[in-house]
Structures are given as C-alpha cells and as structure tokens.
C-alpha cells in the first residue's frame, strides 16, 4: 500500500495554459457572468433547451483592475463570440466558437483611424478541444504573464515550442474534466480581472459539419506539458529541491517507487508511482546492504533532478553531464533499465541521502 497520503491537491503549472487557452473557464468573480455559465455548460455537456443544436453570440469585455494594471497591456480587452453547439444523444458534444479581439490602429486622427481584428477559432469533437495558434493565443497569453497568472519562464517554454499563424492548433483531452481544478486559482483571478458578459442564444439552428485538421499541424498538449515539465526541472526555484523517495513492494511483490517531490519555492507533489525491477531484498537486511544496494533507477530519479543523462554503448555505462564532462556511475542493469545506490550519488555527485528506513517500507530522502 503506498505510504503516502496526499493533503492538498497541486496543479501542474502546465494545466493552467489549458485553462487559459480556454478563455471564460476561470474568469469570473462572485457572481458567475453570462460567459462563463455558457462555457461551463458546454464543456460539461448540457442542454440548454431542448435543441439538439444551438447558437450564440456574445460580448465580454475583460477590464484590468487597478492595483496590477500594467503599461504593458490595456485596461481593457473587449472579445465578440459567436459559436454553435451540437448536442448528440450520447451526451458527447461538438462546437465551433469564434473569438474575434476588435482594436484600432492607433491613428490619432478619427477620420483615418480603422478597427481591425484578431480572430482565432476553438473547435471540440467528442472529447477533443483545438485550439487556433494565433494573434488571439499571444494576446491571451501574454494578458495573464503580465497580471502574473502565468509564469514569464512558463510562457517562454510555450512560446518556442509552439509556432503560431502557420494555421497550426493545440488539442487539450477533456476526458474526465472536472472544473473544481481551478477553484484554488479564482482568489488570485478575481484580484486581476472583473469580467463583464451578455450572451445571446439563438434557437431553431441547421446542424453544422464537423470540422477537419491537418494531422500534421496538430500539437497535443500533453506532450508540450511533458516537455515544458522536464525543462522546468532544470531551473532554479522550478526545480526539486529534495525527493522523499519509498520503496515499496505489493501483495503481487511488484516493486514501487513512490516520490513526494519538493521544489525551491516550496511547492510539494506527489508524483505517480513507478514500477521498479530491481530486487529489493538485500537492501531491506539493513541500513549497510541499503546504501550499497543498486535500488535506483538512474534515469528517473537523476532527471527529476535536472540531470541530464547519457548512456555510453561503447563501456555500457550510464552517466551524468556534468560541466562538460560526463560522470559515469557502476550500475545494474534489469530489463533496460540501469539501477545505481545511494553510495553512488554520495560518492559522483554533490547530492545529500539520509535514510529513514530499511524496513517494509525502505524510505530515504536525496537532496540539494
């Protein structure tokens, strides 16, 4: 049974890009505004009349309050959406939502000043969301890096591996989407936002196709989250800064590795559990044999640690980079996968170890 019990629920940082991508998700204050009811109903899938197809429109004007207004973006954003909603009987919907951002061009005479555009499209089929890479996702991006919801070296990450106007989207899985994710984040919201809405549904709509992407076109924003984590691991108060690491074993004597994670602004996660392969007897005889034992896989745990590691074929080696040099470490190798001790990292690295336990539950920290 794992020994740890998780006490409060941590986000990923990444999630909250999902979150903005979605625009009127998480902008509301006390009382929800027409926008947000809206969305939360077709994300969740509900009818709002008994059409099987439905559209709006709407206006919603996003003002910036005053304590963090920035010269670097507007008081306030004014979005014109229009959308229309397929419900199907199996209760799985399709929409097409169009987001247009009207500004002028900055002309201070009136009779030659035009209002221009910034469009941008979100399309949902079954459980899928895309989203338009473009002005529009710039623009909401960098509303929510200057009022501080997201992160400047989060924001860098997106940007350089994602190219926009090049008619390239991001799919977001919805499955399983539970809205109460974002509760912890409406305090900050609302000190940054007031959202004002008027939305107007149209009924008696024709169905609409469903829309089709180019494959080669489409990002998958699980393999962004995937690759900003890793290189968030890397920086400084991003990184980790102990792992509180137990081994355990089950009724079906699988081996487990289980990880709570502390980064350097404090933050802690639980990270999902990891099957091992090593044998794990020696090490629980006692603290000696669990020092020396080769219980760790290398890859895993060093990467969480902002490592980046090698493999040399030539010596069948695992090593580190470490200041242009590369530190190998003696290891096991079990089914492709190489094991090294805690004696290693004491010995090749400046990490620190303390063990806990060598018990049922072999438990140890490595830290900074």
């Not at 099987?52 to 954003?77: C, L, Q």
């Not at 079906?252 to 994670?261: E, G, T, V």
């Not at 990467?303 to 980079?321: F, M, N």
Request: with cysteine; proline share 2%.
């Amino acid at each position: 049974m794992n020994k740890f019990y998780k006490t409060k629920k941590i986000i990923s940082v990444c999630v909250i890009l999902a979150m903005i991508m979605t625009l009127s998700l998480t902008l509301y204050s006390c009382e929800k505004p027409d926008i947000y009811v809206l969305v939360e109903n077709i994300l969740l899938n509900k009818n709002l009349d008994s059409n099987a197809v439905y559209s709006f429109d709407a206006v919603m004007n996003i003002k910036i309050n005053d304590d963090i207004k920035s010269d670097s973006i507007p008081d306030e954003i004014k979005f014109i959406i229009d959308g229309t909603v397929k419900n199907s009987t199996d209760n799985i919907n399709q929409f097409e939502i169009n987001i247009t951002i009207p500004f002028t061009n900055g002309v201070e005479d009136e009779e030659t000043e035009e209002e221009s555009y910034l469009k941008t499209t979100l399309y949902k089929s079954d459980n899928l969301l895309y989203i338009e890479l473009n002005d529009v996702s710039r623009v909401i991006l960098d509303l929510l890096n200057s009022t501080y919801l997201i992160d400047e070296p989060i924001k860098i990450l997106f940007d350089n591996m994602v190219e926009y106007d090049n008619d390239s989207v991001i799919c977001f899985d919805l499955t399983g989407l539970d809205l109460s994710i974002f509760d912890e984040y409406i305090e900050t919201i609302n000190n940054a936002f007031t959202v004002e809405s008027s939305v107007n549904y149209i009924s008696d709509i024709k169905d609409f196709e469903l829309k089709e992407y180019d494959a080669e076109k489409i990002i998958y924003f699980n393999d962004i989250k995937k690759q900003i984590n890793k290189k968030l691991l890397s920086l400084p108060n991003y990184r980790y800064s102990e792992l509180y690491i137990i081994l355990e074993t089950d009724e079906n004597n699988d081996n487990y590795i289980n990880i709570l994670a502390t980064r350097e602004n404090y933050e802690t996660e639980i990270l999902e559990k990891v099957k091992i392969d090593c044998d794990l007897s020696k090490a629980r005889e006692n603290h000696d044999e669990l020092i020396g034992a080769n219980i760790i896989p290398m890859r895993y745990v060093m990467e969480l640690l902002g490592e980046t590691v090698g493999w040399d074929d030539s010596i069948k080696q695992a090593y580190i980079e470490k200041e242009d040099k590369n530190i190998y470490f003696e290891k096991s190798l079990v089914n492709s996968t190489t094991y090294i001790s805690l004696l290693q990292i004491l010995a090749k690295t400046s990490y620190k170890v303390q063990v806990m336990s060598a018990d049922e539950f072999i438990e140890f920290k490595i830290s900074r």
